[in-house]
């Protein structure tokens, strides 16, 4: 185990609810490795919330410097840090991931690796120039249910997989909450194919070991947005919930007073950034689809069919791959929930009573001429089925033997990222996309 003194410097960029997964490892499990030395974002207010409870934690513990987005490259200087984690709204990813590329810093970064082409060219631009790493936090790698999909395929157990078949389901109260915030307009977060989907379409490149070619998608705002909302009836006149008389009892609506986090985070830090974190989903100005279908030819020959819904009654996903020599089934339930949220939960970040339920996951492997066989998987503790805690021992632990390939490199981002780049540019053209034509790789 290295020294306190031998311990790198990590800054992470981007205090928002997902900053805490690494700003708690950084100054927990992995402070013997690890030292924070730079927090940055464009809100201070966020930023003091996170050294309070770095100080709940830890008494004691001197609050982490914090620099206003402005003084980024002055923070990697004065502090001098050799880690950044990027954590910030996706589409300013690329500018955090280059400059400290450029500054000869390590990056960890948020999924999506950025939110297009261009951007994503710089990245990996940058990565190649500066001989630095790029790791894409896609902690669904590490999920032990994914890592035993990826060694079944691996070891031959289905055949050459000819086609994968795959559904993901965004409940009313997960889905319905990237339609409260930046999420809802594409600039920001490339749309649901780009910021969610980046999840899934790495996972299928990864357990086929392969990369997409062609694309072909549709979709559109089925439930979501003003014209949807106003057609069902479903609209109620407010922008956002917070001093909304019309949002009390709205079943879509969060309300930040009622949630300690949720107050502290987003409604005491507006007044900095106007960052209004409880929007009405059915508020004009959604620009991102709910509802997509989409198509893909691998390198392989193999074909997915994908649909992500992000108005569902539960959460959750199913898989199925087929093969030529039999066919495996994955389910997985991670919320069955079916009531409306109590008052001020609907906007929590994802998981909390997704874990609840979470467990339902059955993987079914079917061979040909042979009995189906459900094949065990250990059930993983925290956010997103365990993969969240292995990740972060993957990304700040001792480094240890990796035959799964999990970790991803900025190569991986973009190979997940061109999938959706290509969907979106499919769903406005009518007409099937090469990937090549998007993002050369
Ligand atoms: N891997 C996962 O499962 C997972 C889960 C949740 C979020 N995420 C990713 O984490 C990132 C943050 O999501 P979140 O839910 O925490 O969002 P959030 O809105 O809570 O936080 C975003 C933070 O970025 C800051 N910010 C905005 N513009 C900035 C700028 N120009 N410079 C610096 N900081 C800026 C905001 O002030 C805010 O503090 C996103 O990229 C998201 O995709 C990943």
Known sequence: MPSRTARRRAAVVGLGSRARLFTRALAGPYADRYELVGFCDVNSRRMAVHNA???EEHPGRAPVPAYPAAEFDAMLRRERVDLVVVCSVDRTHDEYIVRALEAGCDVVTEKPMTTDADRARRILAARERSGREVRVAFNYRYNPVHSAVRELLAGGAVGEVGSVHFEWLLDLRHGADYFRRWHREKANSGGLLVHKSTHHFDLVNWWLGTHPETVYAQGGLFFYGDEAGGR???????????????????????????????????LDAEAEDGYHRDRNVFAPGVTIEDDMAVL???????????HLTAYSPWEGYRVAFNGSAGRLELLVEESTWTRRPARGSAGVPHGTEAEDTAGRTRLLLRPFWAEPREVEVPSGEGGHGGGDVRMLADLFGEPLPDPLHRAAD??????????????????????????RDVLEL
């Open 232 to 266: 069902r009836g479903l609209s109620r006149g407010y922008d956002r919930a917070h001093g909304s008389p019309e949002a009390e009892g709205d079943p879509f609506a969060v309300h930040l007073a009622d949630s300690p986090l949720l107050r502290a985070l987003y």
């Open 410 to 435: 900025a190569v991986a981002g973009a190979r997940s990222l061109v999938t959706g780049l290509a969907a979106n540019r499919s769903m406005e053209t009518g007409a099937a996309v090469r990937t």
């Open 53 to 55: 409870w770095l100080a």
């Open 296 to 306: 893909v030819r691998y390198a392989t020959g193999a074909s997915l069919t994908y």
